[in-house]
C-alpha cells in the first residue's frame, strides 16, 4: 500500500545546522525531506510504544463517544 505524502513542514533552523545538515545528507545520498522524515519517524517510535499508540486510540474513541472525565473532577493530592 503506498504512502501519500500529502503534508508540509516549514522548518527554520539556524544556518550552521543547515550547513551541517546538508554535507549529512549529501554523504548518505539522501534528500533532506527524506532525512528529517527518518528522523521524525525514529523520534516517534522511541517515544511511544505500540501500546502507547493503542492506548492513545482508546482514549480517543472514549472521549468522541462521551466515556471521558472532567479533569475538574478528578481528586489530586
Known amino acids: 500500500m503506498p ?12 544556518e ?9 545528507c549529501a554523504d548518505e545520498y539522501k534528500s533532506m525531506s527524506a532525512f528529517v ?5 525514529e523520534r516517534v ?10 492506548d492513545i486510540n482508546t482514549a480517543r474513541k472514549e472521549f ?4 471521558s472525565v472532567s479533569w475538574r473532577s478528578v481528586k489530586r493530592g
Open 37 to 41: 522524515r527518518e528522523l521524525l519517524k
Open 3 to 14: 504512502v501519500t505524502m500529502s503534508k508540509e513542514l516549514l522548518v527554520r533552523i539556524p
Open 45 to 54: 517510535d522511541e517515544t511511544l510504544s505500540s501500546e502507547d499508540w493503542n
Open 64 to 67: 468522541k463517544t462521551g466515556k
Open 16 to 24: 550552521p545546522l543547515y550547513r551541517r545538515v546538508k554535507k549529512v
